[in-house]
């Protein structure tokens, strides 16, 4: 055409839908969008494009695309193409502005149009996400805040829009304890929260002006411990008195009711030391806490008091806010073993009735309702008979008594025990026989209390007897032969004089020539002719009492003297002359007879030595002991020395073997075996010197009392000398076990060996600081054997206790001679005799090529006795003599009698007690009684049921009210109830 390029131009118009946001979503969504183009040129458009440039957040639609073609290939001039479009709203739109561009074939130019969309603007839904408590959290606050971020962009519009859950209940904005920053909601609680709860709360809804609701809801729990760890149950208890001081440990109950505790902070303090879980000495297990003394090296002593202090104990750290700390938890227990004691005192005069107080400290506060005491004595010295709380800490209490084999035994209850001073007394009574210058221990066997909840430190306590004044008389007879003798009479009678006693003394009268003369020496200047006397009597008392006096017959060889030591009062008689130069000394209660030659002159001493007291020791096995005090015989040496099974065995020199001896005298050493160490008192008259005869070969000796405890041996005066070098042995018992030899000093209370070449006399001095003797109750059965010349015996007695007791006698150790023991064998131990309980008993023998020998006539008819060497058997009843080599048995099988037997007393004449043996074939109610010469009934001493086999009864010269009974011929009388058969004897009690 050669007027240039043609012109060119378009318009838009555009429709689209209305878009709205409704519950926060466009509507309509999608929405339609049509474009109208018109052609504005002159030309004629050809492949007419429309191009939509679309704001992130808006699509097209599934279906359509974004580019479109006009209808038709040919737009002409000032036409109008329409095209439509599905628009989709997919995200908030990044503006507001549609473009729309077109393009055609023909020419090169581009329309644009644009096209604003109003859409209103929707922000983010509201979102939340939890900050505090984390979910499953701990916290120890009381006021715990929930805290959660939320928000909400398109705001909100009224407080019921939010939904909060609490527990199961629902809250909104309106709830004062809930609000909203626009960042942060919090709730506070209105109370404090409650230990132990589980809090369960949850952002259930929000909705937002938009409609929008919440993106994800937020929900979680938290725990509140609000109470700190807990201490209880301590063991020892809070004020608990212990009665005893050795403990397993110390413990408490230690835990928390929700969490644990956080051992790190425990801090136990025990009597102002702290200890930590790092020390040993602590431990936390299974919720207790444990403190173990032994590694803490405790130890405690009666009276202690502990005192123990928990504190700064947390529990283990929570999620949220401080630890919960436990109040300081403190707890003091004690020590109290109750203090008992027995009196040490002397009981005057025998013959009464004592109350002995068992005194005790203080009890109030101890919670005592509950006791057993128990006091062992010896049998004999004193005879408990009951207990007596009159004006004693036990006074309301009602106390039993059980007697038994020298011991006592009080038990009770009651209200709980105050005050102290003496808990009770033990009623004894003194017997008037054996007792005076004799003791008794007062041992505590057990002391507890509360069922031994409370223990004891009981003291033992000691008493000895006094002596007391006596009438007594006595014959001192010097004889030849019986138509040759001469008989002098001492006696103390109260109130005479040491001069002549008109009525009472009886003069001198010479003997006929060649026959045995003695007197007693009188120098009285009231009668100043009366100068010897046949019978001497003395006032009771100053003493000692002194009688000198001369006895025999010039030419007439060895003269015999002889007495009754059981007339002579409690205390020492000493006869004392010297014969062809040697000195003799006899204590005239303990021998009955002396002899001496030609003529003496002697001395005759009645004293009532002084009582000591001293303390002994000795170890398990032999112990060679003696005793430098004397008790009356009321206490035997097995007594004395409580924890040995055998009495006295003291070497006999002249026969060159052992006596058995139940009573100690001056002098003389003693084995005796123990099964324990012991420490005891003894007490006694005391043993100013001792004058012992030694014989060729070994003696045994003991030593008098020295305040020192040892005495020189150069005090050994032995006259003459006949010791063989330095031949004197000790035994150490306590600790080597052997003999000791070279010994300077000598221990008071121990025995000694010496070697003599001879006869002499041996004396030690020392410093000067008995009761008639009981019956020593015999086995039923014995039977004797000799092995090598050696006796033994071996029998059977109802009260016998398997094992060794008081029934058998073991024999003591070789001593440095070289002894070799041979025979009866029980747990191991050589015994002289053996003992046993039943009917059939075994009894083993050891020896080496030893020739035994027997008399058929001691074994009775009810008894057989059968010897046993490996398979042979032969009865004993046989036989009179068998070899022995090796171990042998000899078996004893006793038979019951067949009818009933009553045998005689034993001792007969007696004083002061007598033992009567009887048998009966079946078991059958027996009575016996003790009659007088007139018939009368005097005492009862058997009545009640006995099984069959042997028994016996002990008649102690008293009548039922416990009065003795006069010199005199008595009758015992055995009653068979179930047979009515009856028999009697008679025996002499004899003073």
Known sequence: YGIGNPFTSGSFTFVADDVSVVNCNYVPNPFDFSVFFTNESALTLDDVIVHLDLPDGIIVAVGSEDTLMTGGDHLSSFGTSVMGWRLAIVDVPASDTIHVWTTNSSTTDTFHGYYILEVPAVGMAPQASLVQPTNGAWTTCDDQEITVWMEAENGLMLDSDLIFELDGSYIDLSNPNLTWDGETLRYVPTSSWVDGDLISWGLMEVVDEMGCSLVTPVSGYFQVD???????????????????TEIPGIWVELYDELRAVEPASINFEINGVLYTISDPELS?????????????????????????????????????????????????????IIDLWLPDTQLCPPGDTFLIPVYTENLTGLGITEMEVSVKYIDGIIQPIGVETGGTATTPWSLSTLIEDGQITVTGDGVELMGGGILFYIEAYVPTAGTEAAYSPLEFVEAEFNSG??????????ITICFTDHIWTNDIIFYKDAQNQKVLTIGGIPGASDGYNSGLDVMWVPAPIGKIDAWFDLDDSAHPAITKLLRDFRNTTPLPIVWEGYAGRPGMDTISIRWTP???????????????????TYDMRRVNQAKFTDEIYFTITYSQPEIGRTVMDVCPGWNLISFPFIPNEGVKISDAVTTSI?????????????TITEHAEPGKGYWVYCTDYDTFDIAGMIVTATELPLWRGWNMFGLPWEASGTIP??????VPDVLIGGNIFGFDACGSGAYFGEISDFEVGQGYWLLASGSAGLFIEGDTSVGRIQPTIEPEFTFHFELNGEQRTIGLDSRAEIGIDAFDRAIPPADPDGFRFEGIIAEGIPMFRDIKPGDKAEFVIESDNAMMTWNTDDIPEHLEITLVQGFSSISMKDISRAAIDGTAKIIVQRHLPQNMVLHAAVPNPFNPATEIRYSIPEAATIDMAVYDLMGRKIKTIVSGEKSAGNHSAIWNGTDENGAEM??????????????????????????
């Open 713 to 718: 041996a150069s005090a050994l005066d032995i």
């Open 566 to 584: 059981a007339h002579f009062p409690d205390g020492r008689v000493i006869l004392q002359y010297t014969d062809d130069g040697v000195d003799h």
């Open 226 to 244: 609000l109470t700190p760890p807990v201490a209880e149950n301590p063991w020892p208890e809070e004020d608990r008195v212990l009665g005893y």
């Open 966 to 991: 006069p010199t005199g011929v008595y009758f015992y009388r055995i009653m068979n109830n179930a047979t009515g058969e009856s028999m009697t004897k008679s025996m002499v009690l004899l003073k």
């Open 284 to 336: 936390y297990r299974n919720d207790s806490l444990f403190f173990d003394t032994d590694v803490a090296g405790m130890v405690f002593d009666d009276g202690d008091t502990v005192c123990i202090s928990l504190y700064d104990i947390t529990d283990t750290a929570p999620d949220y806010c401080d630890v919960n700390e436990m109040d300081p938890y403190e707890w003091c227990f004690s020590f109290q």
């Open 646 to 658: 055998t009495p006295g065995y003291w070497f006999n020199p002249e026969s060159g073997g052992y």
């Open 453 to 462: 909840e409370l223990a004891a430190k009981p003291v033992d306590g000691f």
